[in-house]
């Protein structure tokens, strides 16, 4: 099957298992999961994956987090990172990744396994967790606040991690170990410095009274209406460059990128027109694909006993919704909210896939780990939004949402 006809069958039949699922109460993402684990090898096999539908999928996950971005404020996510949010983003990802470590252990896999193992169950999906709560109607609230700060200090340190063992030697001499960890740890300093200079460069000029707004509004004069949303696909495509050449992935810097957009650098009538127009083509056409792209990727015939899958989600859940709710009620949280921190931090995905992906390639882990890692980030994306809903039951959600809008006007 061509990639346009491959594309046209999984928008489709994604949008009409979303929306069947809608129909229920329950997100849309869940009914699109569901679409490709129809359509894709795992049950009929009319569509595999494939590096067309993976471009298409990154260019989904950059306009997915880029509209989050839109949603946000930079100085809300650099808030959460610090003080007690930093003791946060430290349990959820350590206590999971010791809960991989022991898996692994336990099935008597090699120390590269192990180390793959825990870093796919401490990651959390940042474009998951953003669609979930914009579904849910909850981008404004500390749950997301703390949960997109944990999911991009989480991801950072996985591939912080990743960087160091892509880049050891085959005879790993205390030397050339620390050689690895030493790059490493620059490259990461130099995508802090990057992001944090630039902030501080921003609220320099504001500061001085210099207009924001004049740049963009020079280049609609000039352009048309249309050049806004090149400037801004620009603008964050450079972020997304940069973190990627550091050997970080592109969505990392895309979100930091994202989060400098602040209302107050456009005209209102300007910025809902962006969100606009960001909105149709994300929710509408690409988010879609990039969730029922999820389902394409469960391949069952890799795996032949289901004792190992099967503790691997059971502990993934486990060590996620425990940590979440650890590191909520140490930042304040009451027992139900922290509840629902954990349920969102619980969705993995792009990264986790992403992470598993360069480890397969790279000879690190076999088909049946990572056919494996894939069923962890379909079930574990899939369960995010029962627990979630679950959690806040009844009106419960809708009072949490009305409550933080208050607080927040």
């Known amino acids: 099957m061509s990639l346009l006809s491959s594309l046209l069958l999984l928008i489709v039949v994604a949008r009409l298992f979303g929306r069947l699922f809608a129909r229920y109460n329950q997100p849309e993402m869940i009914g699109e999961i569901m679409a490709g684990v129809l359509l ?41 990172m610090k003080g007690r949010g930093l003791i946060l983003a430290v349990l959820s990802f350590f206590i999971p990744f010791l809960g991989g470590l022991m898996i692994a252990a336990a099935f008597g896999q090699d120390l590269m396994r192990m180390i793959f193992l825990g870093l796919c169950i401490s990651i959390t999906a940042l ?38 063992v892509l880049n050891l030697p085959k005879s790993m001499t205390l030397a050339d170990t620390g050689s690895a960890v030493g790059i490493a740890t620059l490259k990461l300093l130099v995508l802090g410095l990057v992001v944090v200079g630039l902030n501080h460069l921003l609220n ?49 810097g895309a979100f930091f990128g994202a989060l400098f957009l602040d ?24 988010a879609p694909i990039f969730f029922a792209y999820l389902g394409l990727e469960l391949q069952l015939i890799s795996l032949s006993n289901w004792d190992f899958p099967l503790i691997v989600i059971l502990v993934s859940v486990a060590t ?3 940590a979440g709710w650890l590191g909520g009620r140490i930042i304040g949280m009451q027992h139900r909210e922290a509840l629902g921190l954990g349920a969102v931090l619980n969705g993995r995905g792009v990264m986790e896939l992403v992470v598993a992906g360069i480890a397969y390639q790279n000879g690190f882990i076999g088909p049946t780990m990572f056919s494996t890692l894939v069923l962890m980030g379909i ?11 679950q959690v806040y039951r009844g009106n419960k959600l809708e009072e949490y949402r009305q409550q933080n809008r208050t607080e927040a006007q």
Do not use: C
């Not at 109607?137 to 999911?151: D, Q, V």
């Not at 801004?232 to 450079?238: A, D, N």
């Open 379 to 389: 079930v574990t994306t899939f369960l995010t939004p029962l627990f979630f809903k």
């Open 40 to 80: 894709g090898p795992a049950i009929l096999g009319l569509i595999a994956p494939n590096d067309g539908l993976a471009g298409v999928t990154e260019l989904a996950v950059f306009l997915i987090i880029l509209n989050a971005g839109l949603e946000m404020r930079f100085s809300d996510i650099f808030g959460a």
């Open 204 to 252: 320099w000029l504001e500061k001085r009274n210099v207009n924001v707004q004049a740049f963009p509004e020079t280049m609609i004069r000039v352009f048309g209406p249309e050049a806004l949303f090149g400037i801004v696909i620009v603008f964050v495509l450079v972020f997304g460059t940069i973190s990627e050449a550091l050997g970080f992935h592109f969505v990392i």
């Open 127 to 164: 474009p998951v967790a953003v669609k979930l709560m914009d579904n849910l109607g909850i981008l404004h609230t500390p749950i997301a606040k703390f949960s997109l700060a944990t999911a991009v200090v989480n991801d950072v340190v996985a591939l912080f991690i990743l960087g160091i």
């Open 320 to 322: 996620k919704l425990f």
């Open 263 to 286: 209302k107050k650098h456009f005209i209102a009538s300007r910025y809902k027109d962006l969100q606009g127009t960001l909105g149709s083509i994300t929710n509408g056409f690409l």
